[in-house]
C-alpha cells in the first residue's frame, strides 16, 4: 500500500479536522461511506492538522485544536486492554471536536469476553475533580481520574454479541413508548437507539446479549433489536 501523505477531511462529532494522512489512516478512517472519519484513525501527530472547524463555534479556525490523552492501560473486558483515550478539543471554547479509544487484544487469536463491570461511585453525586495535567505547545496529558458515576456511558464504544464495534454511546434516553433506550453514534455517523433490555454488560466498553438468547423483535438483516411485538424493523425497515 501506497504510503503517500495527504490532505483530508477528517470529521468527528463536534466538527472536522484537516489533516495529512497515509493511505493506511485512510482505510481506519473509512466506515464504508465517502466520508473520512478522526476517532477510528487515534491520536494523528498536531503538526499534521493544518485547520480544524468546531461545530459549536460555528467557525473554522487555523491550527490544530487541543489533544487530550490518557494511556490506562486497563482491562475493561476479557482478552481487551483499553490502551488510550482522548480528544480533540477546541481551543477557543473547549468543546469536543471528536474523541477516540485505543485498544489491545493481549492474545490475538482469542474473542473478547465479557466486559468488566463499573465500579460504583463512593459518593451518591459525582463530584467536579481536577486532574493534573502535562502541557506541551499542542498536546495535554491528562492523567486518569477515578469512575464518578454507574451512568457515565458517554463516549463508551458499544460491541454488538460477536464483538463486532457497532457505534458509540451517546445517551440514555426514551423512546416513543416510554422505553429505556440507549442512544448511540454508529459507525456511518448516524444517530440509532439500541433497546435498553438487549445490553449484556456495562464497564469500559458496552457489550449486546449473547446470540444465543431469546431477543424478541430483534431484525435478522441489521442486528437491531426492536421492541416487542415490531412488524418492521425500526432501523433498516425489515419485515421482521
Given at each position: 500500500?501506497?504510503?503517500?501523505?495527504?490532505?483530508?477531511?477528517?470529521?468527528?462529532?463536534?466538527?472536522?479536522?484537516?489533516?495529512?494522512?497515509?493511505?493506511?489512516?485512510?482505510?481506519?478512517?473509512?466506515?464504508?461511506?465517502?466520508?473520512?472519519?478522526?476517532?477510528?484513525?487515534?491520536?494523528?501527530?498536531?503538526?499534521?492538522?493544518?485547520?480544524?472547524?468546531?461545530?459549536?463555534?460555528?467557525?473554522?479556525?487555523?491550527?490544530?485544536?487541543?489533544?487530550?490523552?490518557?494511556?490506562?492501560?486497563?482491562?475493561?473486558?476479557?482478552?481487551?486492554?483499553?490502551?488510550?483515550?482522548?480528544?480533540?478539543?477546541?481551543?477557543?471554547?473547549?468543546?469536543?471536536?471528536?474523541?477516540?479509544?485505543?485498544?489491545?487484544?493481549?492474545?490475538?487469536?482469542?474473542?473478547?469476553?465479557?466486559?468488566?463491570?463499573?465500579?460504583?461511585?463512593?459518593?451518591?453525586?459525582?463530584?467536579?475533580?481536577?486532574?493534573?495535567?502535562?502541557?506541551?505547545?499542542?498536546?495535554?496529558?491528562?492523567?486518569?481520574?477515578?469512575?464518578?458515576?454507574?451512568?457515565?456511558?458517554?463516549?463508551?464504544?458499544?460491541?454488538?454479541?460477536?464483538?463486532?464495534?457497532?457505534?458509540?454511546?451517546?445517551?440514555?434516553?426514551?423512546?416513543?413508548?416510554?422505553?429505556?433506550?440507549?442512544?448511540?453514534?454508529?459507525?456511518?455517523?448516524?444517530?440509532?437507539?439500541?433497546?435498553?433490555?438487549s445490553i449484556k454488560k456495562v464497564g469500559e466498553v458496552i457489550l449486546l446479549g449473547n446470540p444465543e438468547s431469546s431477543q424478541p423483535g430483534k431484525c435478522s438483516n441489521c442486528g437491531f433489536v426492536n421492541k416487542e411485538g415490531s412488524k418492521f424493523c425500526e432501523d433498516c425497515g425489515t419485515k421482521i
Amino acid at each position: 500500500m501506497s504510503e503517500e501523505v495527504r490532505l483530508k477531511k477528517l470529521r468527528g462529532s463536534g466538527g472536522y479536522v484537516m489533516a495529512r494522512v497515509t493511505d493506511e489512516q485512510q482505510v481506519k478512517g473509512n466506515l464504508g461511506g465517502p466520508d473520512l472519519f478522526l476517532a477510528p484513525m487515534g491520536r494523528l501527530d498536531a503538526e499534521l492538522i493544518s485547520k480544524y472547524f468546531c461545530n459549536t463555534c460555528e467557525k473554522e479556525f487555523e491550527g490544530p485544536p487541543k489533544i487530550e490523552f490518557e494511556n490506562p492501560n486497563e482491562e475493561v473486558a476479557e482478552n481487551l486492554i483499553l490502551a488510550e483515550r482522548g480528544q480533540y478539543i477546541c481551543n477557543s471554547c473547549n468543546s469536543s471536536i471528536a474523541e477516540y479509544r485505543e485498544f489491545k487484544k493481549p492474545d490475538e487469536a482469542s474473542e473478547i469476553g465479557n466486559a468488566k463491570p463499573i465500579e460504583p461511585a463512593i459518593e451518591s453525586v459525582p463530584q467536579q475533580v481536577t486532574e493534573p495535567a502535562i502541557q506541551t505547545s499542542q498536546e495535554t496529558v491528562t492523567q486518569a481520574g477515578p469512575v464518578t458515576s454507574i451512568s457515565s456511558i458517554e463516549g463508551k464504544v458499544v460491541y454488538d454479541e460477536k464483538a463486532n464495534k457497532i457505534g458509540i454511546a451517546k445517551q440514555v434516553g426514551i423512546d416513543s413508548t416510554q422505553s429505556m433506550v440507549l442512544v448511540i453514534t454508529k459507525n456511518d455517523n448516524t444517530e440509532g437507539s439500541i433497546q435498553w433490555n438487549s445490553i449484556k454488560k456495562v464497564g469500559e466498553v458496552i457489550l449486546l446479549g449473547n446470540p444465543e438468547s431469546s431477543q424478541p423483535g430483534k431484525c435478522s438483516n441489521c442486528g437491531f433489536v426492536n421492541k416487542e411485538g415490531s412488524k418492521f424493523c425500526e432501523d433498516c425497515g425489515t419485515k421482521i
